[in-house]
């Protein structure tokens, strides 16, 4: 905040209208689904249009817990889907399943949506083959998002859909395959079958870089009628690491603290204070690992 710069007391009415904002504003619980709300996500977003363009080729999105890899994907999804109508649009969560259980759920999911006769997979033994065979079959472009990938942790399902992924390309199926996962279950892909590699792009999400968190944080304060003190935003910034779920708990808390102070502005104290609000799991992993504060974007 500019010194000097006097700051009206809120009012009452003021207050609650401000604490809603804050409410509406930040959203830590939540991922990101709409594009004009998704920080910092530019160069991660023209990277997966182009996977997403050529073809025989998808992506696998990988980062670390709250590095925004659902906000990411969702947002893709949403503009996909109101650019490019004619790709059906399925998105799973890989919940500790099989390949044989998600492929069942989303071959089902995708006939429904297709408004085509539904077939039961529940009782076969469904292979990689089978799975190429139906969506081919389908004859339509789909994209096909696997959140949650490193939950899936018997290599041989790993294996299987790396397998998929190869045939699918060999063959030239409209189909792409976006995972989302850790960056383990990334490499642990990349390694299932030697010719995933030419199939596959990693795209990594790494930390908002400085200039992104700033924007973030002082333009949604400034949204729910808050300023910021010059040191509480370095320190905010610092202990967030560039996380963005960091930096959605940070803003949150922080505003709240300070008005349930009455004030407008808010202080180092509300900073250190909102802080502890965060999950201490992610402030080790982002603090110790180098990847994740090597910023890409
Ligand atoms: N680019 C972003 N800009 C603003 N907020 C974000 C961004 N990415 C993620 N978030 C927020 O961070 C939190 C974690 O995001 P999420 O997409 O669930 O992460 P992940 O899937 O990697 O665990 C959510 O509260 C989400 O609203
Ligand atoms: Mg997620």
């Not at 297709?114 to 997979?121: D, H, I, K």
């Amino acid at each position: 905040m500019p010194p000097g710069n006097a700051v009206a007391i809120p009012t009452k009415d003021d207050i609650r209208a401000r604490l809603q904002d804050v409410e509406k504003t930040f959203t830590p619980g939540t991922p990101v689904s709409s594009l004009t709300e998704l920080v910092g996500r530019e160069a991660s977003l023209r990277e997966l249009l182009s996977v997403v363009a050529s073809p025989g080729r998808h992506a696998f999105i990988a980062g670390g817990r709250g590095t925004g890899k659902t906000s990411m994907v969702s947002c893709f999804l949403d503009c996909a889907s109101r650019a490019a109508p004619h790709i059906t649009c399925v998105r799973t969560n890989c919940e500790n399943s099989s390949f044989k259980a998600i492929w069942s759920k989303v071959l089902r999911r995708t006939l429904a949506l297709l408004g085509m006769a539904s077939t039961q997979f529940d009782n076969v033994d469904l292979s990689c083959l089978d799975v190429e065979f139906e969506l081919a079959r389908m004859k339509t472009p789909l994209l096909i998002v696997f959140d949650n990938f490193e939950e899936i942790l018997n290599p041989s399902d790993i294996v299987q859909f790396a397998n998929l992924m190869k045939v699918i390309s060999d063959n030239a199926v409209d189909t792409k395959l976006i995972l989302v996962g850790s960056p383990g279950a990334a490499t642990q892909f990349k390694r299932a079958h030697i010719s995933v590699q030419r199939h596959l792009q990693i795209i990594p999400l790494a930390g908002l870089p400085p200039v992104k968190v700033q924007e973030f944080l002082v333009g949604r304060w400034r949204r729910c009628g808050l300023e910021i003190m010059d040191d509480a935003l370095s320190l905010a910034m610092e202990l967030s690491c560039g996380l963005p779920y960091s930096c959605q708990v940070v803003g949150k808390h922080a505003a709240l603290l300070a008005l349930s102070q009455k004030r407008s502005v808010i202080t180092v104290a509300d900073v250190a204070e909102a802080m502890k609000q965060v999950d201490e799991h992610f402030l080790l992993v982002s603090a110790i690992n180098p990847a994740f504060n090597k910023r890409n974007d």
